[in-house]
Nanobody
Framework: VQFVESGGGLVQPGSSLRLSCEASGVRLDYYAIGWFRQAPGKEREAVSCITSGHNSAYFLDSVKGRFTISRDNAKKTVYLQMNSLKPEDTAVYYC?????????????WGQGTQVTVSS
């Protein structure tokens, strides 16, 4: 079972990125997927999650209206569309899998993808 994030990069404020979390070795539709982020020197924080039935939740007021989580079970991929990026969105972004959204303790984690927002 493996989850691999991609799509991070260095962008200017106001730009957009779409992160992907691709599953391998498992049927993605069995799992709820969460996105988390961790900025340097800060605690990891939950950003959003989506159930196998496409119900979603957002946990940070700062991303509501800017970030959108979605999934394509046929492609075994969950996305995090991030618009109007701000320097404070700079962090390593991780996806994690479990059976509920949110989950008390996610079982599977990806390795993370770096997002840097800077002019």
């Amino acid at each position: 079972v493996q989850f691999v994030e991609s799509g991070g990069g260095l962008v200017q404020p106001g730009s957009s990125l779409r992160l992907s979390c691709e599953a391998s070795g498992v049927r993605l539709d069995y799992y709820a997927i969460g996105w988390f982020r961790q900025a340097p020197g800060k605690e990891r924080e939950a950003v959003s999650c989506i159930t196998s039935g496409h119900n979603s939740a957002y946990f940070l007021d700062s991303v509501k209206g800017r970030f959108t989580i979605s999934r394509d079970n046929a492609k075994k991929t969950v996305y995090l569309q991030m618009n109007s990026l701000k320097p404070e969105d700079t962090a390593v972004y991780y996806c994690a899998a479990d059976f509920s959204c949110p989950a008390p303790d996610y079982n599977y984690w990806g390795q993370g993808t770096q997002v840097t927002v800077s002019s």
